[in-house]
Structure formats: C-alpha cells, structure tokens
C-alpha cells in the first residue's frame, strides 16, 4: 500500500527538477512569465549570479565560476572522500523530492490512502503518513549509493541492514515537525553519519546493525539537516566548519548561501514551550526568569522566539544565537540531539542534555530520549549553571 502511494504522487526524477519542468505544477499553466523570477536563493537583487543548467560533477559550472559553490562541488573542493561525496548526493535527491511533497497541495489526502502507522513501541511516536513517506524515499537513496551499510530511522522499530560492504552508518528522523504541515509551519530531515565498525563485520547481522548504530555522536563524520520552508537549505558539516546551501530551483541545485557559519557567542533569544512553566524544576524558571529580565550575565531582555519545529528553531538559533531546548526527556540522542549537536560545535556552539554534553553520551537504545539544549556557548554554560534544569515531571501531554 505504501510503495503504490509513493508511486501515485509522481515526485519528480532527477530530470524533472529544472525550471522547465517544476514538480507538481499542471502542464495548463503558463509558468513562462515565472521563470527568471524569485525561485533562486539569489533572486533579492543583492548578488548578480547567472547560473545555467546542472552541470556534471567534476566539471566547472557558471556557480564555480562566480565563486559560489553547489553542495557536491564545494564537497570536491574541500577534499571530501569520494564516498562521501556520492552519499551526500543521493541524500540531497532525496531532499528535493521530500520538499516537492511537502509543498505538494495533495499531501492531506494522503492519511486516507496509508494503513498500518500503528507504532508498537512506547518510545516512537504514532508516524504520520507524510514520515513513512519521507523514510522510504531515503531509504531508496540510500540502497541506491551503495554507500551504506544500515540505516536507523525514528520511523523504523530497528535498524535496516542494507549492504555489507557500505562504508557508512546513517541515522536520521525523515520529516520532523510532520504535526506542522498542515498549518504550512516549517519541517525539517535530520541526518547523521558514521563509518561502519569494520572490527564487528563477524557478529550476526542484527548485533553489528544495533552496535553501528549506538555509536557516541563524537564518531560522527559528518551531520546535516534539511529545513523546508520558504526555502529549502540543507545545513552540513563534514567535519571542518558547518556551512548552509540553499535550494535554486531553477536549476535543481543546493548553493552555498551560508559558508562557515558561526554561532555567535551570546544571543538574545531563547526558544522553549513556556506553557509548561509550572512543570519545569526551579532552576529552569529561575534562568527563563532572569534572562527574560535582563538580570542574568548578558543585560538585555531576552526574547521569546519557539516554532515547536525543531529544526527550525534550531535553524534561527544558529544564525543569531541563544538557546533552542526542549527540558524534558523527550528528543531521541541517536536521531536528533547527536546530529544537531554535532552541527553545533562545528559552528562553535554547544549541544547539553542540561549537565553533559551530549556528544559524549553514549547511547543504550535506538529510540533513547533526553533533554536537549542547543545554541551560543556563553548562554548554554550560563543554564547549565542553575543546576536542575531538566524537566523529570511529564504529565503526558497531547502537544
């Protein structure tokens, strides 16, 4: 049921995603007057960029040329092992087709269409259509690398073995925020990347698939997220810096809009659901208090600033700094807190579960949940200077 719903919704191939032939747009409108207008990350007049059609990798392109990159040119031009490379490429096809379904007008027909989203375990969440969806299209890309060895989903009980030789471990939440499409509130694709423990190859296959994946986000290799919104940036680090490449949908390309992003050391933003403020223990409100106030180490007043899209959250606190959390055990540490937090460092920021850093934890079960808090290094050692700053009361809430 759920591969013949895929196929019906028609996401475009490679060779659809150009300007001439933009997903999901009927053939009876006259998309020509459109065409040079403002679908490309440069279009707001500031920078004069020409770019032609996809070129092939390796090859100098009009971006190369006018000094900015695409995704996997700028991985070639860094040194990026070419395995790498290759994955990376199949997941930014991966994204594009994710984006093209979530701004699809036909995505709130697809709950009729998909049976089965039962979750028989307490530490997944009931998944939505468009997140089954969303898994096997990477999934897809993912057999189709040859690049890796399993893949651990959110959407997934356990691991799914894929190939013996793939030199890589992806972990990943495939659509976060799914809740919000209705609303047309941003989402987002969570990856993390490891290499595969080739010192384990001789175990039985669902041991060494279990143990790849439960690897401490210090032996990440690279992390990236999507976040699908006005624009489609996929945000990445490969190990050195952490840079943003913005989808150009004429051309089908991610360029380079935000190299070596850099968090800034304070910010005046902090990002929470306050709503459960009588649940949090007293040294969180005692912080959201003071900032708030402009009484802690930075006189300003803080700002409230909260989606409940963590991607995007995350998205903002990175280019203006702050603190993005959630207090209670409730974002997973393989999925989502190593890859963000990951992300975080390379940028100079910090990821914490309130005491440690996350990158240090090591992980006991796939679907393991923490607090999380991410953001400016300055504001992530100030909270975690009140002490109880993790909410242990959770009264079970709908939203």
């Not at 990159?69 to 997941?91: Q, S």
């Not at 089954?132 to 040859?146: V, W």
């Not at 910010?267 to 306050?274: A, C, P, R």
């Not at 409100?285 to 708030?292: E, F, H, L």
């Amino acid at each position: 049921m759920l591969s013949s719903t895929i196929s019906s919704l028609n996401l475009p191939p490679r060779t659809q995603l150009s300007s001439s032939n933009p997903p999901f747009f009927p053939q009876r409108y006259n998309l020509a007057p459109f065409r040079n207008m403002a679908s490309s990350p440069f279009s707001g007049g500031l920078i004069n960029l020409r770019i032609n059609s996809p070129t092939a990798v390796g090859s100098k392109s009009d971006s190369v040329n006018s000094g900015y990159y695409t995704l996997i040119e700028y991985m070639g031009k860094e040194g990026a092992a070419d395995d790498l490379v290759l994955l990376f490429g199949h997941l930014e096809y991966a994204s594009k087709k994710i984006a093209a379904l979530v701004a699809s007008p036909f995505n709130s027909s697809l709950s009729k269409n998909i049976v089965g989203t039962e979750t028989s375990s307490s530490d997944r969440d009931k998944p939505k259509p468009l997140d089954l969806i969303s898994n096997e299209i990477i999934l897809s890309s993912l057999r189709n690398s040859g690049k890796v060895a399993v893949m651990a989903s959110e959407e997934d009980e356990g691991p799914v073995w894929i190939t013996d030789d793939g030199p890589f471990v992806v972990v990943m939440d495939p659509l976060d925020g799914s809740r919000n499409i209705d609303a047309s509130i941003p989402t987002g694709t969570i990856f993390g990347i490891y290499k595969r423990l080739v010192e384990i190859d001789h175990l039985p296959v669902e041991e060494k698939a279990s143990l790849n994946c439960l690897q401490s986000g210090a032996k990440l290799v690279a992390a990236a997220y999507v976040l699908y919104s006005s624009a489609t940036i996929l945000c990445a680090s490969f190990g050195s810096g952490t840079h943003a490449f913005t989808l150009d949908h004429t051309t089908g390309d991610f360029l380079m809009t935000h190299p070596n992003i850099s968090i800034p050391p304070r910010g005046q933003i902090y990002s929470v659901n306050d709503a459960r403020y009588f649940d949090w223990p007293e040294g969180l409100r005692q912080y959201i208090d003071t900032i708030r106030q402009g009484k802690g180490k930075h006189p300003k007043k803080y700002s409230a600033r909260y989606i409940c899209s963590l991607v995007a959250d995350f998205h903002r606190t990175l280019l203006y700094g702050g603190v993005a959390m959630n207090p209670r055990d409730h974002l997973r540490l393989v999925y989502e807190a190593n890859p963000l937090s990951f992300l975080a460092e390379k940028a100079g920021g910090r990821g914490s579960d309130g005491k440690n850093r996350i990158l240090s934890i090591q992980p006991v079960k796939l679907h393991q949940r923490l607090p999380l808090f991410l953001g400016s290094p300055e504001d992530i050692e100030e909270l975690q200077s009140y002490g109880d700053v993790q909410q242990k009361v959770n009264p079970g809430y709908d939203v």
